[in-house]
């Protein structure tokens, strides 16, 4: 069984900068793959940046060189720093496995003036 708990999220003045962390719980032990999605408003789920187990990162066009992943193994935790935030990041974001388990309830980011 696996759980994810995303917090971090809040309102942001564009430009600005945000870190959210995702704690995953399993009963498994394993350690895998990671992504952040982001769901913006009437829009489907998207990959923003992906880990592996060995911390190799990939990112979705859109975010690269503002975006940055990272993890924990042994704290079983998933970070994602966004800078230089604008308007269009606005989205609730997500963590989860690679392939995907259940999802957790996500964390709201707001880019607004």
């Known amino acids: 069984q696996v759980q994810f708990e995303e917090s971090g999220g809040e309102l942001v003045q564009p430009g600005g900068s945000l870190r959210l962390s995702c704690k995953v719980s399993r009963t498994d032990g394993r350690i895998v793959p990671m992504g952040w999605y982001r769901q913006a408003l009437g829009k489907q789920r998207e990959l923003v940046a992906e880990?592996?187990?060995?911390?190799?990162?990939t990112y979705m066009d859109s975010v690269k060189g503002r975006f940055t992943i990272s993890r924990d193994n042994s704290a079983n935790t998933v970070w994602l720093e966004m800078n230089s935030l604008q308007p269009e990041d606005t989205a609730v974001y997500y963590c989860?496995?690679?392939?995907?388990?259940?999802w957790g309830q996500g964390t709201q980011v707001t880019v607004s003036s």
């Open positions: 989860n496995q690679i392939p995907n388990g259940p």
């Open positions: 880990i592996t187990v060995g911390r190799i990162t």
